[in-house]
């Protein structure tokens, strides 16, 4: 049924930035503080408090601006939007609407076949965020709600797209994308659960072919990629069985409960506020000349699609591999901390990948939190470069590592991990497993070549893992070949 | 004591030669404040214990050889200024039990020059009125006529200086709410340029129009009063960074070939002759000072009072939003919900008149009227501030009556909105052009009631009216006249 229907979807998200104070005051941004400890006259909206704006948000969003291919406007304009609610200290959100700062831009996303789709990107505004109402649960406070306004004030990039999201996989492409890439600025620390990083989606369906936008529906403040995706399907399924039993879809904007899996009427486009928006005569228009912007984009960090690109080319890494590495800023930081002081981007990306991020899930941990340091882990890796320890021993030593926060060299004279290299030592070994296994050594010779990992393993074994296993392979397969000297 | 009819310079100068302490003088003031306001209802609070503190405090640093021109003047303000740990009403039951939690920057500089403030003056409601009736307190009288009204918004702080109950006063002015009342209470009050002056901690009525100034018996207490609180404010992002002039240095020499302007849309058929009376005169006084009469055109000077009353009412519709009963002020809450508590904590706290600028402004925001309304305005605006570009190309000020009468009797106007509104139609376009103006006593009705005139200026031109009112004070005495409902004693 659903197939007879195209999906339209466009996402507004609403970028909580990292800045240190608010958008409009020097109040701190920090999150989960003693209700109200973070306020002042300005951010309380008492009377003759007036905003000044912080410079690093204007930066902020110019970068995310640029990230994002936008015309970045030389002058824009901060206005109001008049609302009352109780976690809205003034009665009004300071918000842009006409000339908001960037314009015109667009994403590129992976769509299904590899494939890349260009979504556009409408427009980025700045704004202030509102309070929040607690709701007694005690039962003195029960039936009151409490105003704690330590995140009013704090600013908000708006990103909204064009409707050019044709199913909800390309929906969470393109969040993941946006998400990304604010991480990558700096500009937004992208905990959904904490709110920093909020979709709200415009949903319609129409049926193929037809032109025509269909009534969307706007689903609001989603807070996860798994909800997102969950909150969309539920629409189209809704909006499309609403079509089929001859019905129609009426402009609404609905909640999406995520307990459930379904989401309810929130207000009708009857009940849509007037907001009554004016240019806000406390802030003069914002002028952004030239220069302004061009120190901005060569600060610029290298953003993702770069990064994919320098991997997979300069560092020869395999597609699926630099995508992995890219796609969280502080494991591509990591592995580009270790290809600084190891050449072998390979094993780097190897090590990273297996080793340490099954440690690091094991544990709970982020890359951030690793026990292992960059030049601790290229420590190993070096080691096992010179030939001083094998692969398996790397392990160990890692292992030993994560635990004790030890050296690699340090462990491995510690522990006489070292790898034996002598080939003396390593033949009298090899000598005395042959002369051990009479029977194995029979079978071999009688054409049973599988053994040889037996004896090699058996050779491992009494070297207690130390000996260089190259060579432990190639001699006994020389011995094993022919006869020893004097043997029977 | 003959201290309250003197100028701030010669009382910086009586306390700096140790004639008299601060404290003195501000019980003298303080016992005066006691014995007139109950007639004149010019104060709202009266901050006894904290002007006798700063009074004790200037002594000190006077004794210490450290005071600056205003430390140790009784001082006072109109009730729109936040003052830390003052009660600042803005004339309405809704912050009828405020206390300000921090200083506006005009304060804390008055402060920090060791002023004493001695309370909180009388106004309409959130700087809506032309005649105090507005105020949630009563109207404050004139001190001329006890019968009539001061003018307004800021009536307490022209009739303050008036009746000799503080030195000078600060007040707000956005659409003649500090000249109307001056020119109607005989004292000089300007309106600096929009942006000279911070308006941090000023309570908002129209921000794009709202501008502080001073109110004083004197141009040059004028130029004193604007120099220490002129001045680029970073918590203000709309105050201007640019140099503050000593204005007191400017007040000499003459004004010879001065070039006035008399826009020709203000002198009409209509005019209150007695208004007009005292214009004319003022005319031939600069002229016998040597300046040059130049007749000046302002085209869109109909529509201003129109353009205000769309411009400032959004503004004001949007800025009292924040009057909600949730964190301060008036709560009325009878567990009927939130709405409810919205609609009766703002029923009974806001006065009519504020509540008929609310609700004309939201309309004018609303959407589907947007464009037609508040833009449309905003358009009309830009027109009106280029006529006093293009009319400044050829003079250097513009001279004008300041109100269509003198003050009016309490009760005339009230159920006349209208009318009302009428009474600011030669200030409301200074502040629509965001340029500074200046009202100056100019004479008096047969009645007795002073008359004023307007000077205006060219943008950030501050210094140039205060050295031409200045000069005309040196040639006439109407400024020194002294009110018969006076509380000090001559």
């Given amino acids: 049924m659903r197939d007879k229907y195209e999906v339209v979807i466009g996402l507004e998200v609403h970028v909580q930035m990292t800045t240190r104070t608010k958008i409009f005051c020097g109040c701190s941004t920090t999150f989960g503080n003693e209700p109200n400890s973070q306020t002042c006259p300005v951010c309380l909206g008492l009377p003759g408090a007036l905003p000044v704006l912080n410079k690093q948000v204007v930066e902020n969003a110019i970068m995310t601006g640029l990230a994002t291919n936008c015309k970045i ?94 199913s909800s996989d390309e929906a969470i492409a393109y969040l993941k994308k946006l998400h990304q890439i604010v991480i990558y600025l700096g500009v937004c620390d992208g905990n959904l659960e904490e709110g920093s990083f909020r979709c709200d989606a415009n949903v319609s369906i129409r049926p193929r072919g037809q032109k025509e936008l269909g009534t969307r529906a706007e689903l609001k403040n989603i807070n996860s990629f798994r909800f997102i995706k969950q909150a ?4 189209i399924d809704r909006q499309a069985e609403l079509l089929e039993d001859g019905g129609k879809v009426i402009q609404e904007t609905r909640l999406f409960d995520s307990n459930t899996g379904v989401s309810r009427s929130m207000r009708g486009k009857e009940e849509a506020h007037d907001y009554r928006y004016f240019p806000d005569p406390d802030l003069v228009p914002l002028v952004i000349d030239e220069t302004w912007i061009e120190a901005i984009r060569t600060e610029l960090p290298e953003l993702p699609e770069s990064k994919y690109r320098r991997y997979t080319e300069t560092f020869g890494l395999q597609a699926y591999d630099a995508s992995v590495l890219i796609a969280e800023k502080a494991v591509a930081e990591y592995f580009e901390a270790c290809v600084a002081l190891f050449d072998d981007a390979k094993s780097c990306a190897n090590w990273i990948m297996g080793e340490l991020s099954r440690r690091l899930n094991d544990n709970g941990l982020t890359i951030a939190h690793s026990p292992v340091t960059p030049e601790m882990l290229v420590g190993i890796l070096q080691r096992v470069a010179d030939n001083t320890i094998s692969g398996n021993i790397a392990k160990k030593v890692f292992e030993t590592m994560w635990q004790s926060g030890q050296e690699a060299d340090i ?68 011995k094993l070949a022919f006869p020893l000297y004097g043997e029977k | 004591m003959s201290s309250t009819s003197l100028t701030i310079r010669a009382l910086h100068d009586k306390l700096i030669s140790s004639e008299i302490t601060s404290r003195q003088l501000t019980e003298s003031f303080l016992q005066e404040i006691g014995a007139t306001n109950d007639a004149l209802n010019i104060y709202l609070t009266i901050c006894r214990d904290e002007a006798l503190a700063m009074a004790d405090a200037a002594d000190r640093r006077i004794e210490k050889g450290d005071a600056d021109i205003l430390t ?43 002023a ?58 956005t659409g003649g709410s500090i ?8 004292v000089v009050g300007l309106k600096p340029t929009y942006g000279r002056v911070s308006r941090y901690g000023v309570i908002a009525y129209a921000s794009s129009l709202d501008q502080v100034g001073p109110m004083t018996r004197s141009v040059e207490d004028c130029a004193i009063m604007l120099g220490a609180i002129a001045g680029y404010d970073p918590l203000d992002s709309t105050s201007i960074d640019t140099l503050v002039p000593d204005y007191c240095a400017g007040l000499i020499g003459d004004i010879k070939g001065v070039r006035i302007g008399l826009p020709k849309e203000y002198f009409v058929d209509g005019l209150d002759p007695e208004v007009k009376r005292v214009i004319d005169a003022t005319i031939a006084t600069y002229t016998d000072l040597g300046a040059q009469m130049v007749e000046v055109s302002l085209p869109h000077t109909d529509y201003a009072v129109a353009c205000y009353y769309l411009i400032a009412t959004a503004e004001a519709s949007s800025n009292l939003a924040r009057y909600d009963g949730v964190r301060f002020g008036k709560r009325v809450d009878k567990g009927d919900g939130l709405i409810e508590m919205y609609r009766q904590s703002r029923a009974a706290g806001f006065g009519a008149e504020v509540k008929r600028r609310i609700m004309l402004g939201t309309y004018a925001l609303s959407s589907g009227y947007y464009d037609a309304y508040y833009l449309k305005a905003q358009k009309v605006r830009t027109l009106i501030r280029q006529d006093f570009l293009a009319a400044f190309e050829k003079v250097d ?27 600011d139609i030669f200030t409301i376009p200074a502040n629509l052009a965001g340029t500074c103006a200046m009202s100056l006593p100019a004479g008096f009705s047969d009645a007795g009631l002073p008359i004023g005139q307007q000077l205006i200026g060219k943008p950030f031109a501050e210094a140039s009216l205060l050295k031409i009112g200045h000069a005309f004070e040196q040639v006439t005495d109407w400024h020194s006249r002294q009110a018969p409902n006076c509380g000090g004693t001559i």
């Fill in chain 1, 411 to 478: 462990i491995i004279e510690e522990q006489g991990l070292k790898q034996v290299t002598d080939s003396g030592a390593i033949e009298k070994i090899v000598d005395a497993v042959i002369a051990a296994n009479p029977e194995q050594v029979a079978d071999y010779r009688a054409g049973k070549e599988k053994l040889i990992g037996f004896f090699v393993g058996k050779v491992m074994q009494q070297s207690k893992g130390k000996a260089n296993p190259g060579m432990v392979n190639e001699l006994m397969k020389k």
């Fill in chain 2, 116 to 173: 004493v403030l001695l309370g909180k003056l009388n106004m309409d409601e959130f700087a809506m009125g032309s005649s105090n009736e507005n105020s949630a307190f009563g109207a404050a009288r004139n001190p001329w006529d006890t019968s009539c009204v001061t003018g307004g918004s800021s009536g307490g702080s022209a009739a303050a200086v008036a009746a000799r109950m503080a030195m000078a006063t600060l007040g707000t002015d």
């Fill in chain 2, 72 to 114: 140790g003047i009784p001082l006072a303000l109109k009730d729109i200024f936040l003052s830390e740990g003052v009660r600042t009403t803005c004339g309405s039951q809704i912050l009828e039990n405020f206390i300000a939690p921090y200083d506006s920057t005009a304060v804390a500089r008055l402060k920090e020059r060791g």
């Fill in chain 2, 179 to 186: 000249r109307q009342p001056a020119s109607h209470c005989g």
């Fill in chain 1, 73 to 166: 406007a030389p002058r824009s304009l901060f206005a109001r939007k008049n609302y009352f609610y109780p976690d809205l200290p003034k009665g009004y959100q300071i918000s842009q609407f006409e000339l908001p700062i960037c314009e015109q831009g667009w994403l590129d996303i992976e769509v299904e076949g590899g494939k890349q789709k260009r979504i556009g990107i409408t427009r980025i505004h700045m704004e202030e965020d509102a309070g929040k109402l607690l709701h007694g649960d005690t039962p003195e406070s029960s039936g009151n709600s409490f105003v704690d306004l330590n995140r009013a004030c704090t600013p908000l990039l708006e990103v909204v797209s064009e409707p050019d999201m044709r």
């Fill in chain 1, 232 to 235: 969309i399907e539920y629409e």
């Fill in chain 2, 397 to 423: 000020v513009i001279l004008t009556p300041v109100a269509p009468t003198p003050a009016f009797p309490l009760g005339e106007k009230t159920n006349d909105p209208l009318q009302m509104y009428l009474s």
